[in-house]
């Protein structure tokens, strides 16, 4: 349909992002192509040593889903974005093509070694999110072309992860978040995956600050370099959510934390995660 109908045409999912934006008039397409209707497209399978997420899969289905609750960090995001009904509509496959660069999938799913599967015209494909994620609403997409599945692979034992939002209020997106995943062995860190939200015009990679936790027995210094080297790493901007410095003070301060429980979830502790609100 997207092929017969040109670029005039949109898909809709959850329309969480969508109708908000015809709404504004800032989207204006002529045709609809609604993906409610296609069946066997929302599911969250456990397939040898990958997850497998439909694209059509509510974001709250991932929150109660016992599979997904495997890697903790993606049922730390699905539990905290904006409120009951959004979460009850917005899909994961609609948040990663949106790309907006406050949304919380990107960022926590940036942290995991992830796959997007594509189809098209001219076939299927499989992108890693960090190429898919071009730049602020914008992706690897081609225009006749839709997102099918998200893969993530699972993580090892003696994992662990964490994802901290900071938000106002509950319907808002986030001002900050960090997504921290750590690949622990005899208390040293063999691994370490830190990757931030809304501080930039996408998800962020903060290598040097993974490069402080990687081969260290994390304490008091390791993670003060991290928070340093977070805080160089991100780019964010002024505006009504808070100055550029409150965000990159905040950053570094969520980092920390998702750190902090990281490193409990490895050794096998049983923490919950909330957002933060202001
Ligand atoms: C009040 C409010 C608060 C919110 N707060 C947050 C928040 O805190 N954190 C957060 O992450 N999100 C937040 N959201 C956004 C929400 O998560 C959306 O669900 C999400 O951004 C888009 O998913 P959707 O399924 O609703 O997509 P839609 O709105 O239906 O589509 C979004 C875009 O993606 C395209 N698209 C959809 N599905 C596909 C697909 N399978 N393949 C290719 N293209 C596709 C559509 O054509 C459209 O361009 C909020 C939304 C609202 C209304």
Redesign the pocket.
Known sequence: MLGQLGEDA???????????LMKLRFANPRHLVD?NFIAGTAYVKDDDGVLRLG?MTR?AEIESSSVASKIPILHDCAAG??DVQ?RN???I???L??A?P????GTVLMALPTQVRCLGSSGERAIPLGEFIKDAYTTA?GHDE??TEVVVSKPPKGSGGAYIAF?RSA????TASAAVQLIMEDDVCKQAAIALGCVGLAPIRAGDAEAALRGQRIGEKQIATAMDATQAAVDPQSDMRGSADYKRTLVGALVKRAIDIAMRRARGEQVEVSHIYA
């Not at 949109?10 to 908000?20: D, R, T, V, W, Y």
């Not at 406050?102 to 999938?105: E, N, P, R, T």
Request: proline share 8%; glycine share 16%; aromatic share 6%.
């Open positions: 949109k898909l809709l999912a959850g329309g969480q992002s969508l109708i908000p993906l694209a974001h974005i904006a959004v509509r917005g899909t496959g609609g948040s093509a949106e907006d406050s949304g919380d999938w997409l839709l997102l938000k319907p808002v997106y986030p």
